[in-house]
């Protein structure tokens, strides 16, 4: 099974693919979506075209992203939301099926501790998928997380070859 993965942003985009064959995680890609600062409508054009060429590259069979929780800053929610909601068009478009993780159950199944610091999932990420160092930034390991996530998951409701 492909699963790619995304911590959504306006500015950065921290992305992932990741294959799940049996319980072997294996990274294909991962890197960041960047967007100047222009106009709204031209970033989220540019966040939706880079994800359709992402789609359209690594074909993959799921799409995770992290659940968008905030308390504080509703201007950047409502930034962020806007550009995850770019991002959910280019899947919609491809019809590839979806799932979101809150940050508390990522930290779970990465780490086995819902409160995880970025350092612990650092860590487990770079040990899951024998990276050779920590991937960055935090965006991306963030979103190698996701991927994780959804492959660890995911094997609860389906079958093991994906």
Aim: charged share 25%; glycine share 6%; with cysteine.
């Amino acid at each position: 099974m492909k699963i790619l993965a995304f911590d959504p942003g306006l500015e950065r985009v921290g992305y992932a693919v990741i294959d799940r064959t049996g319980s072997k995680l294996t990274p294909l890609d991962f890197g960041l979506i960047q967007t100047p600062r222009i106009e709204l409508p031209l970033r989220l054009r540019l966040i939706h075209e880079a994800t359709v060429e992402l789609m359209t590259k690594h074909k993959p069979d799921h799409v995770a992203t992290e659940r968008l929780l905030f308390t504080k800053n509703t201007t950047t929610a409502l930034d962020v939301s806007k550009a995850l909601g770019a991002i959910l068009l280019a899947v919609g478009q491809a019809g590839v099926p979806w799932c979101e993780y809150s940050p508390p159950e990522v930290k779970q199944s990465v780490v086995g501790y819902g409160r995880a610091d970025k350092k612990q999932i650092e860590f487990m990420v770079v040990r899951l998928l024998s990276l050779p160092a920590p991937p960055k930034p935090d965006d991306v390991a963030d979103a190698l997380a996701i991927a994780i996530t959804h492959a660890l998951r995911s094997r609860l409701t389906h079958s093991p070859n994906g």
